[in-house]
């Protein structure tokens, strides 16, 4: 690889960064409402002379020399988000730098991992003699898992290798992931008046139904993902106090593991329940990579870990090799007064930068 024409310089790299995340917080950027922030991002590659491509709210951009007979490392993240809750005291469309923070809609999932991304692909966009092309796709739906991020983009994204997807992990290598398993069900009984004698109360055989599945045990348990987790997130059964329903409605998250596909997982809970269930959708499998891909040896050699992440992400519908690292905590995400530190990004930037170099 020769001399890039873009140095590091660490100041210059992290002001950039933030100035960056400030403005897309400051830019309202809702999950099918993202075109605002996609013009923020396509003007800060086009005021630095890096042509950027648009296929709806979604901006990816290649490395300089990019050689259509390489292979591609694609850097993926989301400049979408979900509503702010309610439970916000701070403005969460203005971007507070406080204490080390900056706080902000955004600022930790996933505006973080994309002003890190961006600075790490320009590091290296001038850079020749690449073993790999690189790409970065910022996209949008993500929070939906919509059919218009990269579910759209992938395909337009030229002989892809490896994705490597920004989420908050504290720059530790998320190499499996669990998928997701939406599950709404029907439990039929006999309306009747509630004072009289009912043998086939829906609420109470669904009550039974339920409690069977939620203490299932999956047989296989995932090195990285330990058990596929079923959770009972929404209930809903009459209508007033003095009649027995007819039906009581539930709804299942469940979190799959790597060592089952999201259809045997739904067969498994079907052969389990008597309660009608159907699914939502089974394309949001889990993911898991190598411990051997080189990335990973990568990441292990300047001092980072691995773990198997317990959320979801766009790792479930990339259909190829992918591993999720980015900086900020989880547990951050989606709270009120969302932050991410400073330091953070700093790392971030360095972190990639330092893997990149490594596999590039």
Request: glycine share 6%.
């Amino acid at each position: 690889m020769k001399e890039q024409k873009f140095t590091y310089n660490s100041e210059e790299l992290l002001k950039n960064a933030t100035d960056l995340l400030k403005k897309l917080i400051a830019t309202p950027s809702l999950s099918k409402d993202e075109y605002d922030a996609s013009l923020v991002i396509e003007g800060y590659f086009q005021h630095r002379d890096i042509p950027t491509n648009r296929l709806k709210n979604n901006i990816w951009a290649t490395n300089k020399y990019f050689d259509e007979s390489k292979p591609s490392i694609v850097l993926n993240t989301h400049h979408d988000t979900v509503k702010p809750n309610k439970a916000y005291t701070l403005d969460p469309f203005f971007p507070l730098e406080k204490d080390g923070k900056i706080f902000g809609l955004g600022s930790n999932d996933a505006g973080a991992s994309l002003v890190t991304m961006v600075q790490a692909f320009r590091y290296f966009y001038e850079a020749e003699n690449l073993s790999h092309n690189l790409i970065i796709a910022l996209t949008a739906e993500e929070e939906i898992s919509g059919n218009d991020g990269i579910d759209l983009l992938f395909p337009q994204l030229p002989n892809v290798e490896l994705v490597i997807v920004g989420e908050p992990t504290q720059m530790n290598l998320a190499i499996a992931e669990k998928g997701l398993l939406v599950i709404d069900g029907e439990m039929q009984g006999t309306p009747s008046h509630a004072a009289h004698p009912n043998d086939n109360n829906s609420i109470v055989k669904c009550m039974a139904d339920l409690q069977h599945i939620l203490n299932f045990k999956f047989p296989k348990i995932s090195p990285y993902l330990g058990e596929v987790k079923v959770t009972l997130s929404m209930i809903n059964a009459g209508t007033q106090h003095n009649v027995v329903p007819e039906k009581c409605n539930f709804t299942l998250d469940v979190r799959v593991t790597d060592e089952y596909s999201n259809q045997e997982v739904f067969e498994i809970i079907q052969s389990e329940m008597k309660s009608k269930i159907s699914a939502r959708s089974l394309r949001l499998n889990s993911s898991k990579i190598d411990e051997n891909h080189p990335i990973v040896k990568a990441g292990l050699e300047i001092g980072r870990t691995t773990y198997g992440s317990p959320t979801s992400s766009d790792q479930a519908i990339i259909p190829c090799t992918s591993i999720k690292i980015g900086p900020g905590d989880s547990t951050r995400s989606h709270t009120a007064d969302e932050y991410i530190y400073i330091d953070e990004i700093k790392e971030g930037i360095e972190i990639y930068t330092k893997i990149l170099e490594k596999i590039l």
